[in-house]
């Protein structure tokens, strides 16, 4: 049975912290923990990879990007314990371009962030000329 772009759909991911994750090293803090924008950007990976499969079915080029991101972060991680992501998406727009995804992550312990995002459907080849035109706009 294939699966259909709609609320329920939901898909999750799974890491190990690395060194490379840390907030010291990416530039968002001082302290040998997650990252604020790593365990966001994992957040974001899970919801592309919930809808992508169905998207590339479709045979249309179409793809997501993202538009929102609303998100506490709960919970301090350390280096080298495991996090566990979900993507659900909960919200649609009337013309089916419009994506809202409730997000959480887990490491070993709990809950360690959750939130929400939004994305949207494009066409990747139009919207990757747009923004090459963008740069070419004389600026």
């Not at 190990?16 to 994750?21: I, L, N, R």
């Not at 013309?95 to 997000?103: E, H, S, W």
């Not at 939130?115 to 000329?129: A, D, I, M």
Request: net charge neutral; with cysteine; aromatic share 4%.
């Amino acid at each position: 049975m294939k699966k259909k772009l709609e609320p329920g759909l939901s898909g999750s991911s799974e890491i190990t912290v690395s060194e490379a994750m840390l907030a010291c090293n990416v530039g968002s803090g001082l302290v040998e923990v997650f990252s604020t924008a790593m365990m966001i950007a994992w957040m974001e990976a899970t919801a592309v990879a919930t809808v992508q499969e169905i998207l590339d079915h479709q045979g249309l080029g179409m793809t997501t990007v993202g538009t929102k991101v609303d998100i506490s972060h709960l919970a301090a991680t350390p280096c080298g314990m495991k996090v566990s992501f979900t993507a659900e998406l909960v919200g649609m727009s009337s013309n089916g371009k419009g994506l809202t995804f409730k997000v959480s992550a887990r490491d070993e312990v709990g809950l360690i962030g959750e939130g929400l995002h939004e994305r949207v459907v494009v066409h990747k080849e139009k919207f990757e000329s747009r923004t090459r035109d963008r740069k070419h706009c004389g600026c």
